[in-house]
Nanobody
Framework: QVQLVESGGGLVQAGGSLRLSCAAS????????MGWFRQAPGKEREFVAV???????????DYADSVKGRFTISRDNAKNMVYLQMNSLKPEDTAVYYC?????????????????WGQGTQVTVSS
C-alpha cells in the first residue's frame, strides 16, 4: 500500500498563497488518482481536488467549485510527489488538508473510495 506524507501547511493571511506537497512511497502511484481533501472542525471531510491518470502520460484535474480558479493540483512522477498550489486563500479555506490515493480511480470525489491517506497538514487563513 502506498504511504503518503503531506507538508507545507501553515498560517497565512487572507489573499495569500501556500503550496502543499504530498510525498508518495511508491512509483506506481503515478497511475493512481491522487486527491486532496480537507476537514474543518465540526465538519465532514470534503473533496478539494483530484489529479487522475487517463493512460500514457495524460492526466486530468477536477476541482470543487469552492476552490476552482484559485487552487491548482499537479504531480511530479519522477519525484513521486503531488502538489496543491493554493492562491487567493480565504478564511473559509481553514482546515486540515489530506492527500489521498485511489488506486482504482473510481468515484474520485468520494473520500470513501480512497485507500491510502496522509496524516494531514493544518492550513489556517486569518482574516
Amino acid at each position: 500500500q502506498v504511504q503518503l506524507v503531506e507538508s507545507g501547511g501553515g498560517l497565512v493571511q487572507a489573499g495569500g498563497s501556500l503550496r502543499l506537497s504530498c510525498a508518495a512511497s511508491k512509483r506506481t502511484a503515478s497511475r493512481y488518482a491522487m486527491g486532496w481533501f480537507r476537514q474543518a472542525p465540526g465538519k465532514e471531510r470534503e473533496f478539494v481536488a483530484v489529479h487522475s491518470w487517463s493512460g500514457g502520460s495524460t492526466y486530468y484535474a477536477d476541482y470543487a467549485d469552492s476552490v476552482k480558479g484559485r487552487f491548482t493540483i499537479s504531480r511530479d512522477n519522477a519525484k513521486n510527489m503531488v502538489y496543491l498550489q493554493m492562491n487567493s486563500l480565504k478564511p473559509e479555506d481553514t482546515a486540515v488538508y489530506y492527500c489521498a490515493a485511489n488506486g482504482l480511480q473510481i468515484r474520485v470525489r468520494d473520500p470513501v473510495q480512497y485507500d491510502a491517506w496522509g496524516q494531514g497538514t493544518q492550513v489556517t487563513v486569518s482574516s
